[in-house]
């Protein structure tokens, strides 16, 4: 019986689209890779004009199980979570295995890096995942003039370079020459409550209250459903009073507690919409709605169409 019920688990679930690094290595060219293949198997860098062509298929929207940093000039869009974001000239752009993505070249003529990652490249050193650039989606895509452009394609040289040399420590070297772009690109767009002028308990609090609300996502599997999804509930797991929580954060992000946690979930219900093929009824269940038609109102109160023609839609 037991196996039976496991069997019908495994055959109801749908998993989101993901791609493997290797799948990433398939589509480059031999000599590109034996240029810059990493020893590591887990850290690599590419110069955008090598890895891309005008035939190329584009990939789906979709998760990678790897950090991505690129440093793109040229016209694209990149459809990111819930946001499409146009670069018409240069910018810095953070993905990480947690959020879908696709990347669409508007134009044939790109240059620039793009440098790939994963977590364990920095086990024992850093826990890359919990910087902001790699966390909110307000922070990942970051315009840059031309002297920045400048400053950056000088560090992701020298990283290409490294990266082909026969120095015995560069892998600590391309850690830290990467950990530099990071804290760079954080300094001009930090974390919201970084910049909020609130105590330092009203920073705690909006700290622990994000650290809670992003723990229950992504949603990956369709018997999954999110546990915490009131105001009430956030309070109570926090140990602290609900209007307490709600000054806290309307002082240090500007919104209530209701609004970040609509947001959050609309923000993923984007995602599962686009990138699963899973029913509104199986969405509405896993964001903690106990009926799909509650689901659909709200959905379309904020986006101003029904979840399945956003489905069909091309917008973001």
């Not at 015995?168 to 850690?175: A, F, G, P, S, V």
């Not at 009203?202 to 999804?229: D, G, M």
């Not at 009131?230 to 209007?243: D, K, M």
Request: with cysteine; hydrophobic share 40%; aromatic share 12%.
């Amino acid at each position: 019986m037991y196996t039976v019920m496991i069997n019908l688990i495994f055959v109801h679930l749908i998993m989101t689209r993901f791609i493997e690094l290797e799948t990433f290595y398939k589509h480059l060219p031999d000599e590109v890779l034996g240029k810059v293949k990493s020893e590591a198997g887990n850290f690599n860098i590419f110069k955008i004009e090598d890895i891309i062509s005008p035939g190329n298929k584009q990939v789906n929207y979709s998760r990678r199980n790897f950090f991505k940093v690129s440093l793109i000039t040229g016209h694209n869009k990149l459809h990111y979570a819930d946001k499409c974001v146009e670069i018409t000239e240069s910018a810095l752009v953070f993905t990480n295995p947690m959020i879908p993505y696709l990347w669409e070249r508007i134009s044939d003529q790109q240059v620039g890096y793009v440098c790939i990652f994963t977590e364990d490249f920095f086990n024992r050193f850093e826990h890359i995942n919990e910087y902001p650039v790699f966390q909110l989606t307000d922070n990942a895509i970051i315009p840059l003039n031309a002297m920045e452009v400048l400053k950056y394609s000088t560090i992701f040289s020298r990283m290409y370079d490294e990266l082909q040399g026969d120095y015995i420590y560069k892998y600590n070297l391309l850690r830290n020459l990467l950990m530099e772009v990071v804290h760079d690109a954080q300094k001009m767009q930090p974390a919201i409550w970084s910049l909020a002028p609130g105590s330092n308990a009203s920073n705690r609090i909006a700290a622990s209250f994000t650290e809670l609300l992003e723990r229950q996502f992504p949603i990956e599997l369709s018997n999954q459903t999110i546990k915490v999804n009131s105001p009430s509930a956030f309070a109570e797991r926090l140990n602290i009073h609900v209007n307490h929580l709600n000054k806290a954060l309307k002082e240090v992000t500007g919104q209530t507690t209701s609004q970040l946690i609509n947001d959050r979930l609309l923000q993923e219900a984007k995602i599962l919409l686009k990138s699963t093929s899973w029913s509104i009824a199986e969405i509405a269940w896993t964001l903690g709605f106990e009926e799909p038609n509650h689901f659909s109102s709200f959905f379309k109160n904020k986006v101003k169409i029904p979840p399945n023609k956003f489905r069909q839609s091309k917008v973001d």
